[in-house]
C-alpha cells in the first residue's frame, strides 16, 4: 500500500532505540525526512546515520532532554532549519518512575509531569500552526495501555497517560477542520531495551529471577509473547499517512488483545 508520505518532514522523539526508533525507521522506509531526538548526543547520531543510509532519506539526530523546556523549542528550531516546515510529531517520551502511590514521592511526581505531560503541551503547540496553515498535520502521542486500565504498581504513569489521552481528544476537536489529527497509541508490552531494564529492576526489587518477570509480562497478553516494534511502527505510518485523515481524537491499542475493555 502506498501511503502517499514520500517528502512529508516528521519530529520522532526518545529515538535512538526502542519505540520511537521503529516509528522513525518505518516513516523513513515511506519517505520521510526525520529528525530524531533523544538526550544520548552519540546514539542519536549513530540511530540518524543509520537510517539515512538505509532509507536514502534526510534524517537529522538532535541531542534533546524533553523535561529540559528550552529543549523543547531547541528541537522544534533545530527540525525546522534543517527539514523546513513538520508535518508530522511523534511524541515518544520514555518511561515515569514506577510506583505504587504509597511510595511515590512529589520529586517522582514532577518527574512524571516533566517528562509525560509538559513535551506534549508544548510540542504540539509550537507546532500546530503550521500545520493548521497547510491543511495537514498528524500529532501523534505513545501512551501505555496502564492509561485506559490502571496499574497499581505504576500510579504515576497510570494518572498522567490518562491525561494525555484527553490532552490528545482537546487538540484533535479543535484542529480537526484544519486537516490536522491526533490521536493516541497504547501499547502493551513490546520487546525494546527498555523493558528488558525495567525486567531487571523489577526483579531485583522482588528477589526473583528475571526470567520469571520477563515470562509473566509476556503471559500479560492473550498472544503470550512481546509485541515487536516494527509492528508499532508501520501502525504510526499508517495513522501519519493520508490514509488516517478519518481517525483522530481516539486512543487505539497495540497489545495482543491485553485490555479488558472494548
Known amino acids: 500500500m502506498d501511503l502517499s508520505l514520500k517528502g512529508k518532514t516528521a519530529i520522532i522523539t526518545g529515538a535512538s532505540h526502542g519505540l520511537g526508533y521503529a516509528c522513525a525507521k518505518a516513516l523513513a522506509m515511506e519517505g520521510v525526512n526525520v529528525a530524531i531526538c533523544s538526550r544520548d548526543a552519540n546514539n542519536i547520531q549513530a540511530s540518524a546515520a543509520e537510517i539515512a543510509s538505509t ?7 538532535i541531542e534533546a532532554d524533553l523535561t529540559v523546556e528550552t529543549d523543547l523549542s531547541k528541537i522544534v528550531d533545530k527540525a525546522h532549519h534543517a527539514l523546513g516546515d513538520i508535518d508530522i510529531l511523534v511524541l515518544s517520551t520514555g518511561h515515569p518512575p514506577t510506583f505504587p502511590f504509597s511510595v511515590a514521592t512529589d520529586e517522582q511526581w514532577k518527574r512524571g509531569l516533566d517528562l509525560l505531560l509538559r513535551p506534549a503541551i508544548v510540542l504540539p503547540r509550537l507546532l500546530l500552526p503550521s500545520m493548521q496553515k497547510k491543511k495537514f498535520g498528524r500529532i501523534i502521542f505513545l501512551g501505555s495501555i496502564f492509561g485506559l486500565e490502571a496499574e497499581t504498581s505504576s500510579v504515576i504513569q497510570s494518572t498522567l497517560r490518562t491525561g494525555l489521552n484527553s490532552l490528545s481528544k482537546c487538540i484533535a476537536t479543535e484542529v480537526a477542520a484544519d486537516g490536522v489529527t491526533a490521536n493516541v497509541i497504547c501499547p ?4 525494546t531495551p527498555l523493558v528488558q531494564t525495567l525486567a531487571q529492576q523489577y526483579a531485583d526489587s522482588q528477589k526473583v529471577p528475571r526470567e520469571t518477570v520477563l515470562k509473566d509480562w509476556a503471559d500479560f497478553s492473550p498472544m503470550k509473547k512481546f509485541g515487536k516494534p516494527e509492528d508499532l511502527g508501520a ?8 490514509r488516517g485523515e478519518f481517525i483522530t481524537g481516539t486512543t487505539v491499542t497495540i497489545d495482543g488483545g491485553a485490555v479488558k475493555r472494548w
Open 235 to 242: 501502525l504510526v505510518a499508517f495513522l501519519a499517512s493520508p
Open 188 to 191: 502493551g508490552y513490546f520487546d
Open 55 to 61: 532509507c536514502k532519506v534526510n534524517a537529522v539526530g
